[in-house]
């Protein structure tokens, strides 16, 4: 009786045991990685090529405006406002006395390197209209008689000088340059101006509008 107890005590005992270390060994077994899922590849289909943009070339560079333009820096279409002056050598240069002539006023200084350019082309205008009874006027700022009377005679200008001696003919013309330039017709309205420093085409250009039956070449 108390062997068969013992054995079947032994056989529960080794049971236990062994369930024991089969449980062990799957507690200290690493668990299995999963390997991960894999993610499709998304391939982009290639889009169709865009056709290049032409070259365009960029917009023109504007320059900065002048409040009401070109016209009202010159004051086109405008009455000539008076102009009265001492001339160099002697007497008075006094533009509504010149009323229907076309008339050129220019107003200068002698230190400007433009008017040492712009004179001789002046003058040769001056020569070749002188039939058309063109006028040319220069009239220097703020400088003594004889510095521009020097200034006259090495130039070679064929053409009258005037004394704005403390520039208030030109803050009224609005000069706001030297030289600068007024093309006044006949009527005493100024036709077209420019600032210092052109050539012949665009001397040539004010002299047609006071001179329309004139031909004017550059």
Partial sequence: MWSRVAVLAGLLAGVAVAALVLGGVLL??????????????????PRPSEPSA??????????PSIVGGEGALFHIGEPAL??????????TIDLAALRGQPVWVTFMGTYCPPCYEEFPVMSRFAAQHEEDELVVLAIDVREDEGTVATFAREIGAIFPMGLDADGSVAREWGAVALPVHFWVDSEGVIRDGAL????????ARGLRTIMPGAIVEP
């Fill in 28 to 45: 200290l077994a690493p668990e299995p990685v999963s390997s991960p899922t894999p993610v499709p590849t998304i391939v982009a289909s």
């Fill in 196 to 203: 210092g420093g052109i050539g012949p085409d665009v001397m």
């Fill in 82 to 91: 008076p102009l009265v002056v001492p001339q160099v050598g002697g007497g």
């Fill in 54 to 63: 032409p070259d365009t070339p960029p917009p023109p560079t504007v320059a």
